[in-house]
T-cell receptor
Framework: EAGVAQSPRYKIIEKRQSVAFWCNPI?????LYWYQQILGQGPKLLIQ????????DSQLPKDRFSAERLKGVDSTLKIQPAKLEDSAVYLC????????????FGPGTRLLVL | GDSVTQMEGPVTLSEEAFLTINCTYT??????LFWYVQYPGEGLQLLLK?????DKGSNKGFEATYRKETTSFHLEKGSVQVSDSAVYFC??????????????FGKGTSLLVTP
């Protein structure tokens, strides 16, 4: 079974530029999560989707971050414009459905904002 | 709100030593508890979990028991190997919280095992 795929693996941009990350969850997984992991800290939830609907985006900085999962499969997370403090690893995870607690994580995208 | 506190690292042990990584939590409802591991250069992997009080999760020689009375979920292994060197994260999910089953992580504990 293929795991959660993410791209790109690494990205370096300058502040005020925009960037997008892509995630393809495990086939058949209805629930998709985006987490932000700042160096030295644990991952923090940004947004949770159930199919193509948002379950929780309370911790997403909506003035600069946006995310979508149009067809209930792939998802894209965008930052526009980026700030220095957005430097982090962005993790995508998926689970069978919202009540399945085991989440499977992708390798992450490491973002450096200069 | 819900939170997880785990011991600060880094933890350095010799091979075959006994490992304990402490984890305590606060939660609104009846959370499930997890240990995730992140090996160098790899993504997060579920190591073990427990879904109710007094449950013991175990995997690869690691164990943790869900202690409701002390709100703890300490990770233990009787004899560590060099290959166990990684960052270990304690986490909870609480369906009573606003974010449903999303994971709430501790800060992570780095473990280095030397030969």
């Amino acid at each position: 079974e293929a795991g959660v795929a993410q791209s790109p693996r690494y990205k370096i941009i300058e502040k005020r530029q925009s960037v997008a990350f892509w995630c393809n969850p495990i086939s058949g997984h209805a629930t998709l999560y985006w987490y932000q992991q700042i160096l030295g800290q644990g991952p923090k939830l940004l947004i949770q989707f159930q199919n193509n609907g948002v379950v929780d985006d309370s911790q997403l900085p909506k003035d600069r971050f946006s995310a979508e999962r149009l067809k209930g499969v792939d998802s894209t997370l965008k930052i526009q414009p980026a700030k220095l403090e957005d430097s982090a690893v962005y993790l995508c995870a998926s689970s069978l459905d919202v009540q399945q607690e085991t989440q499977y994580f992708g390798p992450g995208t490491r973002l450096l904002v200069l | 709100g819900d939170s997880v506190t785990q011991m600060e690292g880094p933890v350095t042990l010799s091979e075959e030593a006994f490992l304990t990584i402490n984890c305590t939590y606060t939660a609104t409802g009846y959370p499930s508890l997890f240990w995730y591991v992140q090996y160098p250069g790899e993504g997060l992997q579920l190591l073990l979990k427990a879904t109710k009080a007094d449950d013991k999760g175990s995997n690869k020689g690691f164990e943790a028991t869900y202690r409701k009375e002390t709100t703890s979920f300490h990770l233990e292994k009787g004899s560590v190997q060099v290959s166990d060197s990684a960052v270990y994260f304690c986490a909870l999910s609480d369906s009573w919280s606003n974010s449903g089953y999303a994971l709430n992580f501790g800060k992570g504990t780095s473990l280095l095992v030397t030969p």
